[in-house]
């Protein structure tokens, strides 16, 4: 039976994901109140007393005493997100997915760790029921270096944009203007007073997709941006484009190419999260399946349509790759706004997990919702959007640093996590013998033997299943360290050609 204590602890309405999953819901059929019984178990009850099954007292039915059928009800009830609203977050901005086969290993698990005893909130949780105590605090440091990345690389995306609506306005100045206004929205603690101005944070990403296809289609590209980030002269000015890499780009740069690919379409860091709001997990496989569609048609399209007209000329972001000033001032005025929406969004969940994860367990620091927590969160901001800016600022270069994001962060969490824990979980599950498990009467775990027996016991089932994961464990290893190798060697270029400087009045475009 799951305890009132427990209960308390489920994400209520103030979690992060909750309040964008539970968008357009009323507060008060956000969560079911507990002391109260339920309207199925009054009518039961009314039934049986009229029926005569049950004998009638003098003493008014006790509603204090809550039933497990009820307990489970309020725990549904505390779910109120549909797999719907799920497809529109992983189409956000929050994520950009390209993960259906680790998407389904993540699903699985969630599904069979979650329980409403025990349920299941963020990626960590999953580590720390497979592989114990370090393998959760890894991920949760890993999800923190992540979206306090993810801000930086907004950051200087705006600052780009910024420089160029006005190049007059020192670089650094441009940056740490963003920084500021992160500052003071970063002091909205709770994601429900975003309201629907985050939810058109991805259509005005779209407007300046559909802005920067029409305006390459008749207009050249902009050279000056494309020499001043790439050394890439302008010559006669013809584009060149090939299908497959080009002779002058070496390996290192054809893997921090990508890594840009996985920034764009991998993301499973906020699943888990996702699913523990939803009120039927089981109808997650829709969202991702759909939305994961839907991401790669559109970026792989708008990428080959982008790249057929620009070539090597190609910016990244490819809307500040338009040479026209007009539609180049109104797609850096979008997007602005799109990715400071975004970047509130990182920083706030950003802060909350590194709090909740890192501070509070660790430190054992007050609850947010506390007066003392909600003053350490007024302190909390400025140094975390501080320590953002100064990410930004020191890698000023943006396919270099968003490369390193990619291949630091992005890639464990879309590929190299799920089968690892996908492989702990099976082989302990395959590793049961008659007899064990989990003893509800004593609080004790049953099991006859450990060590190397019982693992290679649980490899022999499903080996050929195993062993994919394994394989594909390693591989996601290789490929994460060459993406660090190459990023950072990106970066190194970067500087030693003197095209920009850390912390500079000079842009990088």
């Not at 259509?203 to 890439?232: C, E, K, Q, R």
């Not at 070539?311 to 790759?321: D, E, K, L, M, V």
């Not at 338009?322 to 990182?346: C, E, H, Q, R, T």
Request: proline share 5%; glycine share 10%.
């Amino acid at each position: 039976k799951i305890a009132r204590q427990e209960e308390d602890a489920l994400p209520d309405a103030s979690h992060p994901v909750r309040m964008l999953a539970g968008f357009g819901k009323k507060k008060s059929d956000r969560r079911m109140p507990m002391n109260m019984p339920s309207t199925e178990a009054t009518a039961q009850l009314s039934e049986k007393e009229k029926g005569g099954g049950m004998p009638r007292t003098d003493s008014p039915p006790d509603f204090g005493v809550v039933t497990d059928q009820e307990w489970h009800q309020a725990a549904r009830a505390a779910r109120t997100a549909t797999w719907g609203a799920i497809f529109y977050l992983i189409t956000t901005d929050v994520l950009g997915p390209y993960s259906v086969p680790t998407g389904y290993q993540i699903w699985q698990m969630f599904l069979a760790l979650d329980s409403t005893q025990y349920p299941m909130k963020t990626f960590g949780d999953i580590a720390f029921r497979i592989y114990g105590t370090s393998a959760r605090h890894l991920v949760n440091v890993l999800q923190s270096l992540q979206l306090i990345f993810n801000v930086g690389v907004i950051i200087i995306a705006n600052g780009q944009g910024l420089y160029q609506v006005n190049s007059n306005i020192c670089y650094i100045v441009c940056c740490v203007i963003w920084t500021v206004l992160g500052m003071f929205i970063g002091q909205i603690r709770t994601l429900q007073k975003f309201g629907w101005i985050a939810n058109l944070a991805i259509w005005l990403n779209v407007v300046v997709m559909i802005l920067t296809m029409a305006v390459v289609t008749h207009s050249d590209p902009n050279y000056d941006a494309a020499s001043t980030a790439f050394g890439i002269d302008k010559g006669d000015g013809t584009v060149h484009t090939t299908a497959g890499p080009p002779a002058t780009v070496d390996f290192t740069g054809q893997i921090v190419g990508l890594m840009q690919a996985v920034y764009s379409y991998g993301g499973a860091m906020l699943y888990c999260e996702f699913m523990s709001e939803m009120r039927k997990p089981c109808d997650f496989w829709k969202a991702l399946l759909i939305a994961d569609s839907f991401i790669y048609i559109v970026y792989l399209f708008f990428g080959l349509y982008v790249y057929s007209f620009q070539g090597q000329y190609t910016i990244n972001p490819a809307n500040q790759g338009m040479s026209p000033y007009g539609p180049l001032l109104a797609g850096n005025i979008i997007s602005f706004v799109s990715s400071l929406i975004a970047a509130a969004l990182y920083g706030n969940i950003g802060i909350k997990v590194l709090y909740q994860n890192i501070f509070k367990e660790l430190f054992g620091l007050p609850d947010l919702t506390s007066k003392a927590g909600k003053l350490l969160w007024v302190a909390m901001v400025p140094v975390y959007w501080g320590a953002a800016f100064v990410l930004a600022a020191a890698i000023p270069n943006f396919s270099a640093l968003s490369g390193l994001v990619a291949a630091l962060c992005i890639l464990q969490f879309t590929y190299t996590f799920p089968p690892v824990l996908m492989l702990g979980l099976s082989v302990k599950r395959d590793a049961m013998q008659p007899g064990e498990g989990f003893d509800p009467a004593t609080g004790r775990t049953v099991r006859h033997d450990h060590g190397f027996k019982r693992w290679s016991r649980g490899m022999k089932r499903h080996w050929y299943i195993k062993l994919f994961n394994l394989v594909f464990f390693l591989g996601a290893i290789v490929t994460a360290v060459l993406g660090c190798y190459s990023s950072v060697k990106s970066i190194v270029a970067t500087f030693g050609a003197a095209r920009t400087t850390a912390f500079g009045c000079k842009g990088p475009i």
